[in-house]
């Protein structure tokens, strides 16, 4: 048996991986070779990977060692597109898509939009077994060229034989200028709140917050006096019919009294809140973490939060 498959692709980099991954073929006495040769006016290698030898009795006939040559095959190509040809692809998707944004925007959108196709939230199994999902269709895809055909263009298969793919780039494009332009607004929405802050005279000099971990907050005044209920009469009407939620109130009635220091307690042992993080930008500099203080410790998350009188 003899068998030459031609790969053309920007750089040589799999052809490592070609040798590791190929070793137990070698074991069952084939003889493997790869070679390369820059083709310079299509700025792209031309590379030669060949398998030649005969079944000499073993368990696995020839025809079983080639479809297993060309699984590797695949499964090494399919890492390569992800490795090595991802970042021109999503690249060229933001050059098509996002000509109105400058060059800064385009980096940021570009990196959101790696990290998209690689991860997805916070869980490492779920980003192991995404990125396997994805090489798994791609290496899929070729193998079944491979069984056609022994040469393989990589950027025209990729232009003409995985629209799935470039579909699923072109989706992490979309999300990733949509989370941008959500955190513009998010953060044009949070300096005009500190300018409405900064511009007014504060009702209070100090402000105490606690949240309790079932979301209802409590405030006090520097004296220990409550102050929450003065505020929430007026937002009563709105809670009962659904069209406001409680931190959408804390926060309003904050930037009412547009305090000169907030006191946060206990905030350090609830988890992450976008209230919370909200308070953080808008006041900044005003913002004491409180060490622990009586109240903390009476009043701590998973209490009653019962507060003083």
């Known amino acids: 048996m003899e068998q030459e498959f031609t790969i053309i692709t920007a750089g040589d980099s799999f052809i490592e991986e070609f040798d590791r991954r190929m070793e137990w073929i070698k074991q069952r006495g084939y003889r493997l070779t790869a070679s390369s040769r820059q083709i310079e006016r299509a700025g792209a290698n031309y590379i030669s990977l060949q398998i030649c030898g005969c079944n000499r009795g073993g368990v696995f006939r020839d025809d079983d060692i080639l479809y297993i040559f060309r699984h590797q095959l695949a499964e090494i190509l399919a890492e390569h597109i992800l490795n090595d040809w991802e970042k021109q692809v999503i690249w060229r998707e933001i050059t098509r898509s996002c000509r109105n944004l400058d060059s800064d925007d385009r980096k940021i959108i570009f990196g959101k939009s790696?990290?998209?196709l690689r991860k997805c939230h916070d869980s490492e199994s779920l980003n192991l077994l995404m990125n396997y999902g994805r090489k798994n269709?791609?290496?899929h895809r070729v193998f079944r060229h491979l069984e056609e055909s022994c040469?393989?263009?990589v950027e025209g298969f990729i232009n003409f034989c995985m629209r799935d793919y470039l579909t699923e780039v072109k989706f992490s494009v979309e999300v990733a200028r949509e989370e941008l332009r959500n955190e513009k607004e998010y953060s044009d929405f949070v300096n005009l709140?500190?300018?409405?802050?900064?511009?007014?005279?504060p009702k209070m000099q100090e402000v105490n917050l606690m949240i309790a971990d079932n979301g209802v907050f409590y405030?006090?005044?520097g004296q220990g006096a409550k102050i929450e209920e003065n505020y929430m009469n007026y937002y009563l009407d709105d809670m009962l019919l659904d069209e406001i939620d409680l931190d959408d109130v804390l926060i309003s009635i904050l930037i009412t009294i547009a305090p000169r220091r907030i006191i946060l307690h206990n905030i350090s042992k609830l988890p992450p809140s976008e209230s919370v993080e909200m308070?953080?930008?808008v006041f900044k500099?005003?913002?004491i973490e409180c060490q622990g203080c009586e109240r903390c410790y009476e009043h701590a998350p998973g209490s009653d939060c019962k507060q003083r009188s």
């Open 151 to 153: 040469q393989l263009v």
């Open 193 to 201: 709140l500190r300018y409405f802050v900064d511009s007014q005279i």
């Open 285 to 287: 500099e005003k913002i």
């Open 114 to 116: 790696s990290h998209f």
């Open 219 to 221: 405030l006090w005044d």
């Open 137 to 139: 269709r791609i290496a």
């Open 279 to 281: 308070i953080r930008n």
